[in-house]
């Protein structure tokens, strides 16, 4: 096999795969367990940003200071993207977005549409990166496709789960996710096309990435915590973002150390 047919191949599998590994997980999850749930969806979230997205961008990155910049720049964006999603959906001072004693069980799609924007640059970087690695050796690109699908599992449990609390239906949030997915085929094929370009664009678009999921976890999901403050509640919303940063955590050891 060619190496554009190697990378075509593992692109669409690793899609697929995890799309599916989340889809069966997500969907036989009650709709009581949502808000332990999106718990874990945090802990997932900063689990993948700060140890496997904001490392491999640092070591990427020539010049930290831009990268960091980068991670400002995109955080200041997806306020403005969500103040925009905010202002579509409400005109006036008396609509419940403004008003926070108001709430119909969802965020209106803001933290749906950060997470989708987000997924579509992490993914698009996957694809550049399973191309980096395919061009390099094939026994390194295979290794390098499954370490992607292992950790975008727990990752794409916790984007469907957000996508539900964002007011999505089931069938929409997997049309979604599968829709952020085929950025994984884009990146790998551009990246093929283009190796040397884009290398220069990677830690970059990873900055972007991890934006979003630290938009979305600290801005939009957390504040929803603070509504159970209960210290049962409190305790069972800590063991559980420590058990989404535990599980990226354990699938990134296993990764390594194989």
């Excluded at 949502?34 to 961008?57: H, K, Q, T």
């Excluded at 419940?96 to 069980?105: C, F, I, M, S, V």
């Excluded at 370009?197 to 990435?209: E, F, R």
């Excluded at 630290?214 to 999901?221: F, G, N, P, S």
């Amino acid at each position: 096999m060619t190496d554009l047919a190697w990378i075509i191949g593992a692109s669409l599998a690793g899609g697929i795969l995890s799309l599916a590994g989340a889809g069966a997980i997500a969907f036989s999850a009650r709709a009581s367990w949502v808000p332990m749930l999106i718990s874990y969806a945090i802990g997932a979230l900063l689990g993948a940003v700060f140890l496997e997205i904001l490392p491999e961008a640092m070591e990427l990155a020539g010049d930290p200071a831009r990268l960091t910049g980068t991670i400002l720049f995109g955080i200041l964006l997806f306020f403005v993207l969500e103040k925009l999603v905010l202002w579509r959906h409400c005109h006036d001072e008396s609509c419940e977005a403004h008003d926070p004693h108001q709430h119909r069980g969802n965020d209106h799609g803001r933290s749906g549409l950060m997470i989708m924007v987000g997924d579509t640059f992490h993914n698009f970087v996957d694809g550049v990166i399973i191309a980096a690695a395919f061009m390099t050796n094939t026994q390194l690109g295979i290794v390098t496709a499954l370490a992607i699908i292992a950790h975008e599992i727990p990752q794409e449990v916790g984007d469907f789960v957000i996508l539900l609390h964002s007011g999505y239906s089931r069938r929409q949030a997997i049309l979604f996710n599968a829709l952020t997915s085929a950025a994984t085929l884009l990146g790998g094929v551009l990246g093929y096309l283009a190796l040397q370009t884009m290398q220069g664009l990677v830690p970059l678009l990873l900055g972007l990435a991890a934006a979003s999921m630290i938009y979305v976890a600290v801005a939009d999901l957390i504040p929803g915590l603070h509504r159970r403050p209960e210290l049962q509640a409190t305790a069972q919303q800590v063991l559980l973002i420590a058990l989404g940063i535990g599980s990226i955590w354990l699938v990134g050891e296993l990764v390594h150390g194989a």
